[in-house]
């Protein structure tokens, strides 16, 4: 199966076998900037109240990675996110990616404490609904990653799944999604701790929606915004770091 | 850190400001706006609703503000070449988020101002200077619960406007 890599920028590559580590991390500020994480992204959003910047380190080995922090009187929308947008050639009718995350520094007690951490919509949508064609946020309680997944059949325009983080000793997961248009389409996503390996076969979870009247992924953001107050009061100066982003049509990823 | 992007331009291809019925959900086709406020001198203090309008929107600014669900109000600017002016909502009945956003009436599309302030009173845009001319759209609308009600929209400084053809729904 031919793999479309949908665009590959590299922002600060570490690490290459037989070179030492001298190639700089991108410098990431906050505010609104075009492009935006260091470079890399086609532009960020960070409002005055977020902390929006380099984490000291990477994740799954690298050296570099976001963090965003909700700063003390954070407001309700508080938000530090990069946006990739893709351009009329780069939409299609199936969209993967992955990245990896850190919540180790998250105080996540209940339920209420919530967190928008990805989205994924379109230029259009059938009838009523919202563009949005997958959502993921970050739920507290029974730590837990909770998926909107754009679907036709249902009332709301959107099925929630709702999948729980598994044992981590340091707090990093991977999560990978394959949202794939049909009617039905099919939906497979994988979450698994850092550095336990995942394969095409076997997903965490599936789901079959009807997403064929959405029309392809055009824009996709990643970091931390449409919060309850809960998670900001409970989280203030803690950051959440994410890192290793991919999008892909056709091939899976995997750690 | 290898953070992958798309950097093509925004895709805007097909999109209008949708006032026929079209399947772009969360634009502005499906609700009309609250008022229109072309270049001129700016205007009086204007006041509104917004309870129950525009309710196809659940989101803002790059789909990333999820709104409250009371209803939001959309106003459409024109602004001219010289610009240097703030917005201001103020409320009373809810804590007012202040969406101002450029060219395409859209919940994707990116917010220029995304401001809102910890409880009902005024929020107000920074200034905005050295925009170019065209046609904006101002959302008045709350993020921090599901409240809505009265408000005042206001504006600073030498451009806009002048309201005209102005109607509360």
């Known amino acids: 199966m031919k793999s479309f890599t949908m665009k590959a920028l590299a922002v600060a590559v570490l ?3 037989g070179a030492s580590a001298m190639a700089a991390c991108p410098t990431i500020t906050g ?3 075009t492009p935006g994480g260091g470079g890399a992204w086609t532009s960020q959003s960070a409002s005055a ?4 910047t380099n984490a000291p380190t990477g994740l799954n080995g690298t050296s570099c990675a976001l963090s965003i922090s909700v700063n003390a009187g954070a407001l309700s929308n508080t938000r530090g996110f990069v946006s990739d947008t893709h351009g009329p050639s780069d939409i299609g009718s199936r969209y993967r990616a992955r990245f990896y995350f850190d919540i180790s520094a998250l105080n996540l007690p209940l339920a209420n404490n919530q967190a928008e951490i990805f989205n994924a ?3 259009t949508a059938p009838g009523a609904a919202p563009t949005d064609m997958i959502q993921m946020f970050l739920i507290g309680g029974t730590k837990s990653l909770r998926f909107l997944v754009a679907d036709s059949s249902q009332g709301s325009f959107y099925k929630t799944i709702t999948a729980a983080l598994p044992a981590s000793a340091n707090g990093h997961y991977y999560v990978e999604f394959d949202l794939n248009q049909g009617a039905p389409g099919s939906f497979r996503y994988w979450i698994t701790p850092e550095g336990t390996a995942s394969a095409d076969g076997t997903p965490t979870g599936t789901y079959a929606p009807t997403n064929n009247g959405w029309s392809g992924v055009m824009q996709a953001n990643l970091g931390r915004y449409s919060t309850t107050v809960n998670f900001r009061t409970n989280n203030v100066g803690a950051p959440f770091i994410v890192d290793e982003f991919d999008s892909r049509r056709q091939t899976f990823i995997g750690q | 850190m290898k953070l992958k992007a ?3 331009a925004l895709l805007l291809a097909g999109v209008t400001f949708g006032f026929v019925g079209s ?6 086709a499906a609700g009309p706006f609250q008022g229109s406020i072309p270049t001129g001198a700016p205007p009086a203090g204007v006041s509104g609703n917004n309870c129950n309008n525009n309710t196809n929107f659940t989101k803002i600014c790059s789909n990333s503000e999820t709104l ?3 209803g939001m109000d959309i106003y459409q600017m024109a602004v001219g070449a010289s610009n240097n002016f703030t917005i201001s909502i103020q409320s009373a009945a809810f804590t007012p988020e202040l969406g101002f956003i450029a060219t395409n009436c859209s919940s994707n599309t990116a917010c220029i101002v995304d401001a809102t302030i910890a409880a009902p009173g005024t929020v107000t845009s920074p200034t905005q200077t050295g925009l170019a001319a065209g046609t904006y759209f101002i959302f008045v609308a709350n993020v921090a619960d599901g409240n809505c009600g009265a408000y005042n929209l206001s504006f600073t400084g030498t451009t806009p406007v002048k309201l005209q053809n102005f109607s509360v729904q």
């Open chain 1, 15 to 17: 690490g290459l076998a």
């Open chain 1, 31 to 33: 505010g609104n900037a």
């Open chain 1, 49 to 52: 109240d977020t902390t929006f």
């Open chain 1, 121 to 123: 919509f379109a230029n």
């Open chain 2, 6 to 8: 798309i950097s093509s």
């Open chain 2, 23 to 28: 399947a772009f959900a969360q634009s502005c």
């Open chain 2, 68 to 70: 409250g669900g009371g």
